[in-house]
């Protein structure tokens, strides 16, 4: 293989940013690496993606700690991949959150997910071995469910699919701040590989007619102000839509899967090339984006195995 084999060959540590947006919301940052958003409310902490591992969330709770010493009461999880998810016995919750709909993809998924993650990106995933095993939510909704945080009104909410079937974003309807997951990133690449590329787009519709003030993305910097939002907002559309248009016209030419990726790598190189993780995910999001423009409209599941094949088909 030409080039490390996904993450590999990342192994600098990243500078930490615990962000203050509200007196209710933070943001815990790391230039690009992914984030995590605390909601302090009235009488109890809800945390949103956990880092990936016990170790890392210790991390997290010593900042909460600068500014609350209310007990940290819900997870939630934005959606089921290994890297949000699989620190949360950390922070010992009361309830652990989901969608029904991540619920699901951890049964059908989770176990392939978690070993795949792990070989892709292993800095991602410092003190592995206290990682107990997948994490289980235990409460499930469909579509929108909220809850009060004494008189902090938090709502979660399925805007539509995007980075996965299941993603579910946190919004404080009082304050116009959004925690989006992995919907929308900043100065950081899209993964796309398990993503539905068609609906992705009218799902950051759904978060923009929300006019959010302030937004907490899966990567990148906190964004702070409307105008930074839709800073957000435009990037990851322009990635997805950019992608998924080179890709559907490699397909209707009936070129190969490796042609395809050469072509989209090379178009898309000079406006994000600079984003953190670029050649990282680019051959996972094209794979994706071929399948949803073909025969798979649902995300095949990748095992480490196939991972390995896909890079030897696509970087040798
Ligand atoms: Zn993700």
Same mark, same amino acid.
């Given at each position: ?26 943001? $815990? ?44 009461? $819900? ?242």
């Amino acid at each position: 293989m030409s080039k490390a084999f996904a993450s590999q060959a990342d192994l600098q540590d990243k500078k930490v940013s615990f962000t203050k947006l509200s007196d209710n919301a933070y943001a $815990y940052t790391a230039e690009g690496d992914p984030n995590t958003g605390v909601i302090v409310g009235d009488n109890a902490v809800m945390v949103l993606d956990t880092q990936a591992t016990p170790v890392m969330a210790g991390d997290v709770i010593r900042h909460i700690r600068t500014v609350t010493d209310l007990p940290i009461r $819900y997870v939630l999880l934005s959606h089921y991949h290994a890297v949000r998810v699989l620190g949360a016995s950390a922070y010992q919750p009361q309830e652990i959150i989901a969608s029904q709909d991540t619920y699901d993809l951890i049964v059908e998924r989770g176990a392939q997910d978690m070993k795949s993650e792990i070989e892709r990106f292993p800095r991602l995933f410092r003190a592995v071995e206290t990682i107990p095993g997948l994490t289980w939510p235990t409460m499930t909704f469909k579509g929108e469910m909220t809850l009060w945080l004494g008189k902090l009104e938090v709502k979660l909410m399925q805007l539509g699919r995007g980075h996965t079937k299941g993603d579910t974003v946190a919004w404080l309807p009082q304050q116009k701040i959004l925690f989006s997951g992995d919907l929308v990133e900043f100065d950081a690449t899209p993964y796309a590989g398990d993503a539905y590329f068609k609906d992705w787009p009218k799902t950051l519709d759904n978060i923009a007619a929300l006019q959010p003030v302030a937004l907490v993305p899966g990567r990148g910097a906190a964004l702070t102000s409307p105008e930074m939002v839709q800073r957000g907002l435009a990037g990851t559309r322009a990635f997805v839509s950019d992608l998924y248009a080179a890709v559907q016209a490699g397909a209707k030419q009936g070129k190969p899967l490796r042609d395809i990726y050469q072509d989209a790598h090379a178009s898309l190189k000079p406006k994000y090339g600079q984003w953190v993780i670029f050649d990282h995910c680019m051959p996972f999001d094209v794979t994706r984006a071929l399948d949803e423009a073909t025969e798979h409209p649902d995300p095949r599941i990748w095992t480490a195995e196939r991972d390995i094949e896909m890079w030897k088909a696509l970087e040798s």
